[in-house]
């Protein structure tokens, strides 16, 4: 097929597409208003689907403002580098905020984030695994939902002995039910009807598995950043056993877990390291 064939199939095709995007666009600025609490009830419904409600007495945290970071980035990007070794001093609130505010903060009015993701998606949740359990990041609350009491830390490394010291880990979920959306089906529904070979169903599927990797990696950056100008050990992950991970956090058929950042003060003295 030629590319001006092509184009004039795709132009038919979206055009014929257009009352439908009207159509949701409407419905979607209806629903704006309770989208904030109706997501909450979702998330909440989720985790105590999949999690139980034995520890209901503790179910939301709301973090503190994020602070500000006044490292230039120059210095960042100079200073930005793995640390292995940690405090077991566990991270306070207010650093957990800014480092989560840094990873999938909401920075502006459309609810649209401190990184990007394709497509607008923002499929990658993150968990929290600390002494006190597993709990899940909600940007649109800034805060945190409780999901299970275990600490599971350890369980996330393979063999590295100084990481099972860290106070904290964010595992970063892509969700891939999160990248059905109108743009996304839209665009398979051109790719089906185009039959071009450079946008074939299957080469939009190659590009949401893309996309989703890259989309968690973007955050790991930014935790990795804000944790430099805050003077805190980060290590970025994928040596864990995925499964295991997905298993711990009863991750759904859709969800996997891409990367950790395992994050702590730095140790005080050299025996942190090997307590
Ligand atoms: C995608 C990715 C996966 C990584 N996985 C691990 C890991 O499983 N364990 C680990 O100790 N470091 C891991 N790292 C950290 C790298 O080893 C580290 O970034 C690299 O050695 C370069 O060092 P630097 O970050 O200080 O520049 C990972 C880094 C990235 C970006």
Same mark, same amino acid.
């Given at each position: 097929?030629?590319?001006?064939?092509?184009?004039?199939?795709?132009?038919?095709?979206?055009?014929?597409?257009?009352?439908?995007?009207?159509?949701?666009?409407?419905?979607?600025?209806?629903?704006?208003?309770?989208?904030?609490?109706?997501?909450?009830?979702?998330?909440?419904?989720?985790?105590?689907?999949?999690?139980?409600?034995?520890?209901?007495?503790?179910?939301?945290?709301?973090?503190?403002?994020?602070?500000?970071?006044?490292?230039?980035?120059?210095?960042?990007?100079?200073?930005?580098?793995?640390?292995?070794?940690?405090?077991?001093?566990?991270?306070?609130?207010?650093?957990?905020?800014?480092? =989560?505010?840094?990873?999938?903060?909401?920075?502006?009015?459309?609810?649209?984030?401190?990184?990007?993701?394709?497509?607008?998606?923002?499929?990658?949740?993150?968990?929290? =695994?600390?002494?006190?359990?597993?709990?899940?990041?909600?940007?649109?609350?800034?805060?945190?939902?409780?999901?299970?009491?275990?600490?599971?830390?350890?369980?996330?490394?393979?063999?590295?002995?100084?990481?099972?010291?860290?106070?904290?880990?964010?595992?970063?979920?892509?969700?891939?039910?999160?990248?059905?959306?109108?743009?996304?089906?839209?665009?398979?529904?051109?790719?089906?009807?185009?039959?071009?070979?450079?946008?074939?169903?299957?080469?939009?599927?190659?590009?949401?598995?893309?996309?989703?990797?890259?989309?968690?990696?973007?955050?790991?950056?930014?935790?990795?950043?804000?944790?430099?100008?805050?003077? =805190?050990?980060?290590?970025?992950?994928?040596?864990?056993?995925?499964?295991?991970?997905?298993?711990?956090?009863?991750?759904?058929?859709?969800?996997?877990?891409?990367?950790?950042?395992?994050?702590?003060?730095?140790?005080?003295?050299?025996?942190?390291?090997?307590?």
């Amino acid at each position: 097929m030629s590319a001006k064939k092509a184009f004039s199939d795709i132009s038919r095709t979206v055009s014929g597409l257009t009352s439908e995007i009207r159509r949701e666009f409407s419905e979607r600025v209806s629903h704006i208003g309770s989208r904030v609490e109706d997501l909450m009830a979702e998330v909440m419904a989720k985790v105590e689907k999949r999690f139980g409600n034995e520890d209901e007495h503790v179910i939301f945290r709301a973090l503190p403002e994020p602070a500000e970071l006044g490292m230039t980035l120059s210095d960042v990007l100079r200073a930005r580098a793995t640390q292995r070794t940690f405090s077991d001093e566990p991270l306070s609130d207010q650093d957990l905020s800014t480092l =989560l505010w840094a990873a999938d903060g909401i920075n502006r009015p459309n609810g649209r984030r401190t990184t990007p993701s394709a497509l607008d998606w923002r499929e990658i949740d993150i968990y929290v =695994l600390k002494a006190n359990g597993i709990w899940r990041w909600v940007p649109e609350k800034h805060g945190l939902i409780f999901c299970h009491l275990d600490d599971v830390r350890s369980e996330t490394i393979l063999a590295e002995p100084t990481l099972h010291i860290a106070p904290v880990h964010l595992v970063f979920v892509a969700d891939k039910a999160k990248t059905d959306t109108f743009l996304s089906r839209l665009g398979t529904k051109v790719a089906a009807k185009v039959r071009h070979e450079s946008w074939s169903v299957e080469k939009l599927e190659e590009m949401r598995t893309r996309s989703m990797i890259i989309d968690a990696g973007v955050k790991v950056q930014a935790v990795y950043m804000a944790a430099t100008a805050m003077g =805190l050990s980060c290590v970025a992950r994928t040596g864990f056993d995925r499964e295991k991970v997905e298993s711990l956090l009863r991750l759904g058929s859709e969800e996997s877990a891409v990367a950790i950042a395992t994050l702590g003060y730095r140790p005080n003295s050299i025996l942190d390291a090997f307590r």
